[in-house]
């Protein structure tokens, strides 16, 4: 099975506008640029994943993406994020890509591991694994084999969409559940936990 990733990237100087009472614009564009450049390292690291493409309208975070070998495509005007990553599905589906893994920018925790259970959980045509955050309410992964087996509803509540999307076409729908996964960093709670683990794990 050939699975290639898609991680969209909003641009690095406006990431993250809610942290703007804890960190200064500086700081907040470093902590995206930091996140991305985590998950692109993660995701290369597995030899399951044969590509990744990066969608953005940020030359530099497509800088950033080519460094790590991934493929891009630069999105123009203000586009929404459930029509470009149908439009990024539609590139890689041409590159006879069995399945595809979506992946946010914004997962400071996730390691090779979470990539390959997705991948082994999906093992089995017409199949959707997802994995949501903190709040069961977003999506913070989601695997589809093959591509284009449903479309995308990101935005707030679109674990639940996603999964029923799945289910009304019949598609096996599997769950997964990984702590790692499910911090992503939006609001200064997420960041006050992710530094709190990085002191617990990674002390001085």
Known sequence: MSVWAIIPVKPLNRAKSRLSQVLSPAERQQLAEVMLRHVLS????????????????????????????????????????????????????????????????????????????????????RTVVIATDQQQDGTNALFIRPPGLIGYAYGAGSYRRHVDMARRIGAEVKVYESQRLMLDIDVPDDLAMYNDLMRLYHPK
């Not at 080519?66 to 590139?91: F, H, I, K, W």
């Open 42 to 125: 993660v995701v290369r690291s597995v030899p399951q994943v044969i590509g990744t493409l990066v969608i953005s309208r940020d030359s530099k975070a497509l800088s950033i993406a080519r460094e790590y070998g991934a493929r891009t495509v630069q999105e123009s005007g203000s586009p929404q994020l459930n029509d470009a990553l149908l439009r990024a599905t539609q590139v890689v589906a041409r590159w006879k890509s069995g399945a595809i893994l979506i992946l946010p920018a914004d997962l400071p925790l996730i390691a090779a591991e979470d990539v390959t259970c997705l991948l082994e959980l999906g093992q089995t045509e």
